[in-house]
């Protein structure tokens, strides 16, 4: 079934990467810095446009991506002035932008939102949240403690069934409608996650997917990663 070109995507990556102690967003996969590798994943899915939220004051990351922007004029980098202030606050410059975006071609009715270190997201899985009917389409996945990393492989580590203990959230793909409404609300690191909590259940949907239990935020998480060639040494 084609997919309906109705959506826009919004990659945060204005973390500062302070756990891991370097920019999470030009760590490499397949030859490239992560933040690429994750827009050309957004591209996939063949959106309106692509809106990449980055920090101030980082000019590797903003140089790794001037490329692949000359390349596709749909790309608008964002740049976030306090991003120590967390997610929520790169979100609300994500959605403004795209508000502009739409004045001029208003035929967004869908955002995906991402971030960068889910180093096993693939393709399938942004495909699966977008075909949702919902008004909110999130991942699913459980919540792996770092201390695991090392004891079992990932089909032993997670379990195939749901849990109290799984996480709702990005990717996650909201109604622009919806989104607009909740963008006074994004405030601090969790705006996001308290929003969705409070949807009536016959608004939004999961597609699970346990392989994006395993992001990069700690220089251990960061090895495993490498040792499982799921990021470049």
């Known amino acids: 079934m084609p997919m309906i070109n109705d959506h826009a995507v919004i990659i945060l990556a204005s973390g500062l990467s302070q756990r891991l102690g370097q920019s ?137 069934g749901e849990s109290e203990e799984n996480i709702v959230g990005l990717p996650i793909m909201v109604s622009y409608e919806l989104l607009r409404q909740w963008q006074s609300a994004l405030i601090g690191d969790k705006g996001l996650r308290h929003l969705i909590r409070a949807l009536p259940s016959n608004q939004i949907s999961t597609v699970t997917n346990h392989q994006l239990s395993y992001d990069i935020d700690t220089p251990n998480q960061l090895a495993h990663a490498k040792q499982q060639n799921w990021l470049d040494n």
């Open 24 to 160: 999470k967003q030009l760590l490499s996969k397949n030859g490239e810095p992560l933040i690429c590798y994750m827009t050309k994943l957004a591209l996939v899915t063949q959106p309106n446009a692509v809106i990449v939220v980055i920090p101030q004051g980082q000019a590797v990351i903003a140089n790794a991506t001037a490329k692949l922007v000359s390349q596709n004029s749909m790309i608008d980098i964002v740049v976030n002035s306090m991003p120590e202030t967390g997610m929520a606050r790169s979100l609300y410059l994500g959605i403004e932008a795209l508000t502009k975006v739409n004045l001029d071609n208003a035929c967004i009715n869908r955002v995906l939102i991402m971030g960068v270190d889910q180093v096993l997201l693939d393709s399938p899985h942004l495909t699966d949240l977008l075909a949702g009917k919902h008004t909110v389409v999130a991942s699913s996945y459980q919540h792996l403690k770092e201390n695991h990393l090392n004891e079992q492989r990932l089909d032993e580590t997670i379990s195939t």
